[in-house]
């Protein structure tokens, strides 16, 4: 972590239940105790990680997804978040569901509209894992998820985090870098911290 935002905060400082996790579906989240993170903060989580495991808070904007979420009933154990969508206006399971306000003309992906959602709820620090930044993920060729897989994203989604982070300058984003990718991203509140130093800040609450 790079010397000036070593003297903001520490990593074990940084932790604690009231900090968001968000949660991507890239395979490097495979490395981590899914149920063992929700004990210490509060989830986010994307899409089809529902199959596997419910977050506090899961989030969906493709049209597709969010069917297959409503017809699992999963937002009865969890606060389901979509996209704006005009043809759910007026959907019969309208009350399971809330609205993500982006602020934005442009659409989001299901990773940063999490973290938006995180930002709006008031978490100061947002740790994220399964971020990989590749569509190459843990639903790989199932229901809903492209068959053709990427080593990597389009620029636009490390645009709209920066874009995120520009707009909540008091908010510490920490990615733990789980695969060797550090995104092209440069702002004072963010950091990518290795699988092994989030171990350490787990084992410190």
Not at 35 to 59: E, I, S
Not at 129 to 147: A, F, H, K, L, R
Not at 160 to 189: A, C, E, H, S, W
Request: aromatic share 12%; charged share 20%.
């Amino acid at each position: 972590m790079p010397k000036n935002k070593q003297e903001r905060f520490t990593l074990v400082d940084m932790a604690r239940k009231s900090d968001a996790l968000v949660i991507g579906n890239g395979k490097s989240r495979l490395q981590f105790d899914l149920n063992q993170l929700q004990q210490l903060f509060t989830t986010y989580g994307c899409n089809a990680l529902y199959r596997d495991h419910v977050p506090d808070n899961l989030v969906a904007v493709d049209p597709n997804m969010i069917y297959e979420i409503l017809k699992s009933e999963v937002y009865l154990k969890t606060q389901f978040y979509i996209q704006g969508h005009s043809h759910f206006d007026n959907h019969e399971l309208r009350s399971h569901y809330k609205i993500i306000h982006y602020g934005y003309k442009e659409g989001y992906d299901s990773g940063n509209s999490a973290i938006l959602v995180a930002c709006q709820k008031g978490h100061k620090n947002i740790y994220m894992v399964g971020i990989d930044y590749t569509t190459n993920n843990v639903y790989s060729n199932t229901q809903n998820y492209n068959s053709q897989s990427h080593n990597s994203l389009p620029p636009v989604w490390q645009t709209r985090l920066t874009r995120i982070m520009n707009q909540y300058k008091d908010v510490n984003f920490i990615r733990v870098n789980g695969n060797d990718y550090t995104p092209n991203i440069d702002t004072d509140n963010f950091s990518n911290i290795s699988v092994e130093q989030f171990k350490e800040i787990i084992n410190e609450l």
